[in-house]
Structures are given as C-alpha cells and as structure tokens.
Nanobody, 122 residues
Framework: QVRVVESGGGLVQPGGSLRLSCAAS????????VAWYRQAPGKAREQVAS???????FYIDAVKDRFTISRDNYKKTVYLQMNWLNSEDTGVYYC????????????????WGQGTQVTVPS
C-alpha cells in the first residue's frame, strides 16, 4: 500500500513563507507526476502546481513567481516553497502522487494525502 503524508502547514502573516512537504512511502517502484492542490473554504479543490518525473513543472497563474515546486526522488518527497503568501492562499493543501506499485502500466495509481492547513489572515 502507498501512504502520502503532507506537512509544513500553519498560520503565517501576509508576506510570509511556508514550505510544504509531501512524503510518499510504501511499496513504491516508481513515482510519476506529483501535484499540489488546495481547497479554500466553500470552494472547489484546485490544482496549484505539479512536477513530472522529468522535472517539468506547472503553476497556476495565481502562484507563479511566488511558489516553487521541487522533488527529491531518493527521499520520495516533493516540496512546495510558498513565498509572499496572502489571504487568497488560505486553504487545505493536498498532495496527489502518481505511483507504480507493480510491474506494468496497470499498476499506476493516484494517491492522496490527508492535507495540511495553510492560513493567511487578511
């Protein structure tokens, strides 16, 4: 089984920074795309950033130039460095990991963590 655990959230003042971590563990043979999502109160979950196995990154416009996603394949961990935070960044941040647990394409699945709360007061 695969376990995904997010950490690093908290309360931060506007203009501050946080670094989120997403650690995957279990019977993982390979990790593909890893994405960070967030869900603000009363809103739908939205993808914020992603990083592929080749290191290619994607960011939504709202976080470009403020957030940086990176991965450490050896540690099976993905980070989200968040700078210049504002109240619009408040929400629960979730990590989605695409991982392979067996031989062949049929063993690729997406796994979610439980989320970590980020709060930036207005």
């Amino acid at each position: 089984q695969v376990r995904v655990v997010e950490s690093g959230g908290g309360l931060v003042q506007p203009g501050g920074s946080l670094r989120l971590s997403c650690a995957a563990s279990g019977s993982i043979l390979d990790i593909g795309l890893v994405a960070w999502y967030r869900q603000a109160p009363g809103k739908a979950r939205e993808q914020v950033a992603s990083v592929g196995s080749d290191g290619a990154t994607f960011y939504i416009d709202a976080v470009k130039d403020r957030f940086t996603i990176s991965r450490d394949n050896y540690k099976k961990t993905v980070y989200l460095q968040m700078n210049w935070l504002n109240s619009e960044d408040t929400g629960v941040y979730y990590c989605n990991v695409r991982a392979r647990t067996g031989p062949g394409w049929g063993f690729w699945e997406n796994y979610w963590g439980q989320g970590t709360q980020v709060t930036v007061p207005s």
